[in-house]
């Protein structure tokens, strides 16, 4: 069993909404320094047998078809080591 993570940002000219309350709430919880936040998401799939290529071809059709709106967002696939 392998595990796969798939992040998940908005593209960089999206505006993020969520980020931008983040970053604006920062400073007054005493956090200093930050320019920018970009909030995301990950999606941990756990498959069965070896994370080989033919298997993380098939969790990126899964990410395009259901786990990121690629008009708006892009996203990675990665192996957990």
């Known amino acids: 069993m392998a595990r796969v993570i798939v992040d998940v940002m908005l593209k960089p000219e999206i505006l993020d909404p969520q980020g931008q309350a983040i970053a604006r709430a920062l400073p007054r919880l005493g956090f200093s320094g ?36 690629t008009v708006i967002e892009d996203y990675s696939v990665r192996v957990e080591g």
Request: aromatic fraction near 2%; charged fraction near 35%; charge should be negative.
């Open 34 to 69: 930050v320019s920018a936040v970009r909030q995301g998401k990950r999606f941990e799939v756990e498959i069965e047998g070896a994370a080989d290529e033919a298997a993380l071809d098939e969790v990126r059709k899964m990410a395009e078809t259901l786990l990121a709106n």
